[in-house]
């Protein structure tokens, strides 16, 4: 495998796409630990970077993308390693039920739509909008759910189950925006009308910080019923650093656009995962 094919999977950058199974992960009360370890391998090591390195085929991104500051150029080899790592994360899907293997399925259509020229989503801003918080926060967490639990698809429609996934969505419709806050330089060159293009620099912020909002409201009235008042203030407490840093960002960026940069949001990225990941995995262990 070149290089270049191996960056442009982006594999670390699964990382920041952890959250959401690690939230289905901590509501689950019956774990499959066999599955729990197999679902977390097909989604985080195939399906999430065939998902990225297809997109990256298409794109052919010359500046920063997420994950990679400088992206190399691509190669058709790009292309068909991301088909065979979809092709064995369906294999090893099917290994766990069928219901998987299909949803596997179905968001691997999902996000190739995203940049594939006879579709992209990603040129759509409203579309490409909720296709990606859809299916990478509600779509995610049921399908991760279904797995750890080893449990049928109409077994995840109780209201426990049900509102954390909504909830994720709601995340990652509000911090979707912020991720393409950099590029809109270049998306705009390349006629991509993205959500964060729609919104401005500015608003992309202000929307985000709604978002934010109200998905944490949400959170905190979901731990207070199904959990504890304590499990509500712990996750408070843990997005008080993220607040505070991308409320010093935006104040920086109000007085000078260019630092929405590709550095700065990464870093709200890398920040906002490892706060989310530690405390769902204390909800998990607690």
Known sequence: MKKSTLLHLRIPFSFFLMPVFLLAVAVSEHISYENLFLSFLILHLLVYPASNGYNSYFDKDEGSIGGLKVPPKVTKELYWVSLIFDLIGLILALLISWEFM?????????????????????????????????????????????????????????????IPGILS????????????????EEDSKRGDITISLKLGVLGTFHFT???????SLGFVGYFIVYHSLSDAIVFLSSMTPILAYFGVWYLKVRKDRSKADFTSTMRLNFLSSIMLNAFFIYLWLS
Not at 104 to 128: E, M, T, V, W
Not at 169 to 184: E, K
Not at 209 to 215: H, N, T, W
């Open 102 to 162: 299909v949803m596997i399925f179905i968001y691997g259509l999902i996000s190739k739509a995203y940049s594939h020229p006879n579709y992209r989503l990603k040129s759509r801003p409203i579309i490409g909008w909720l296709a990606a918080g859809v299916f990478q926060g509600y779509f995610t967490f049921i399908l991760s759910y279904i797995a750890i639990t080893d449990t049928s698809l109409i077994q995840s429609w109780t209201w426990d189950i049900q």
């Open 169 to 184: 969505s709601i995340l990652l419709l509000g911090s979707y925006p912020m991720t393409q806050v950099y590029q809109h």
């Open 209 to 215: 910080s709604i978002a934010f909002f109200l998905a």
